[in-house]
């Protein structure tokens, strides 16, 4: 694995600060995922759970598409890969799921964040609302949430690498 991560500055302002440990939370993930196969990738590894690497890549693909998109720029963007009825779908994978297409949606959508977050002030309110609350944020609370739903899922990631291929690393 190569570990391509840089922990933001001591000294770094606010917002450098957030954005840099928001990106590296998301390069993490990306490192976690390095060097494997679409088929590890697709590995249930921690029974009776049905997470996956490719599925938390998916599942972070949507967040990112949520927070940054409907919530904070007010876009009609519906979920790639979940829906009402089947809210797991984003770790539901099938045979034909590659990594290839996952990492570029993800990588698509963090484009498309950071594109909408340079509008914003940390202090600004989004434009949209949280679709089942109907609560705006500032986007210093977004990047917040956005760096704690990271690191959960990091832990996870952390947990299946290993399990899959010995692989460890913070």
Partial sequence: MTDERR??????????MLEGWLDFHRRTLAWKCDGLTDEQLRSAAVPPSDMSLM?????????ERHWFRRVLADEDAPPLHWSDEDPDGDFRLAGTDTWQEAYAAWQSEIATARRHSARFGLDDISEGRHRR?????????????MIEEYARHNGHADLLRERIDGATGD
């Fill in 55 to 63: 599925g938390l890549v998916r599942h972070m693909t949507d967040v």
């Fill in 7 to 16: 922990v933001p500055a001591t000294t770094a302002d606010e917002r450098t």
């Fill in 133 to 145: 609350t109907g609560e705006r944020f500032n986007l210093r609370w977004l990047y917040t949430h």
